[in-house]
């Protein structure tokens, strides 16, 4: 696991992301992800979240651990700035970005959110 560091975070501002709202991703819904193994070598750990209650529920119980992978995220399901905000209030210390998961969906197999991807696999 990565180091902790002591340089602030430099958070996405949702004022400025507005024109990039709403976020929506086709493939994706809420719902249970089932653990499995991948091989993406190199890779930097990834999770996917949106705003609804599952996600935020999610992203407050593994923010920490999340931190401590040096995890990127992507809110996936995001309507607006008041959303984007409530997403990265649950998580200040982690960037998370608005961006369609749509690609990342199809190209691992992917149907539901809140999810960490990391080189060795899919876990919920």
């Known amino acids: 696991m ?19 709202l709403p976020v929506h991703s086709k493939r994706l ?3 249970e992800v089932r653990r499995r193994a991948l091989e993406l070598p ?10 609804d209650a599952t996600s935020l529920t999610w992203l407050a119980q593994h923010a920490p651990a999340l931190k401590r992978l040096g995890a990127n995220g ?6 607006d700035a008041a959303a984007l905000q409530r997403i990265q209030a649950v998580a200040t210390d982690l960037v998370i970005w608005p961006v369609s998961g749509d690609d990342i ?10 999810v960490l991807i990391t080189p060795t696999g899919l876990e919920q």
Request: glycine share 6%; hydrophobic share 50%.
């Open 2 to 20: 990565a180091a902790e560091s002591a340089a602030p975070v430099e958070r996405p501002d949702p004022r400025t992301l507005s024109w990039v």
């Open 29 to 31: 819904t809420p719902g």
């Open 74 to 79: 992507l809110a996936v399901e995001v309507a």
């Open 105 to 114: 969906a199809e190209r691992l197999e992917l149907e539901h959110y809140p």
């Open 42 to 51: 190199g890779m930097v750990p990834l999770f996917l979240v949106g705003a």
